[in-house]
């Protein structure tokens, strides 16, 4: 599992069966401060997410088990969309969101 934001919608006129009625985001994914952490991807949406959310994603086998069917042809899902990321980690060492407040 891990985090993303979405930056945009994907169109396909055509889809596998499975995909069809499913929306496909562009994921940019991050950390838990919200720095890119690798290249944009696309990403099947299981929760209504929208642009600018940061969400949480699986990928591989456990994203083409996020659909009905499962095993459709995915490699990112998106199963949820983040209220607020808390490292107390990060808090215990001073180093916290740059953003101030919370990280979303």
Request: without cysteine; proline residues 5%.
């Amino acid at each position: 599992m891990y985090l993303g934001v979405v930056k945009g919608t994907v169109v396909a006129e055509r889809k596998v069966e499975g995909l069809r009625g499913a929306k496909l985001l562009l994921v940019e994914p991050v950390d838990d401060l919200g720095r890119a952490t690798g290249p944009h991807q696309v990403a099947v949406d299981t929760v209504q997410a929208g642009v600018g959310d940061r969400v949480y994603l699986v990928g591989s086998r456990e994203a083409a088990l996020a659909l009905e069917p499962w095993f459709v042809p995915v490699d990112a899902a998106i199963v949820g969309i983040v209220d607020d990321v808390n490292n107390s980690e990060r808090a215990a060492s001073g180093a916290g969101p740059e953003r101030g407040g919370g990280t979303r």
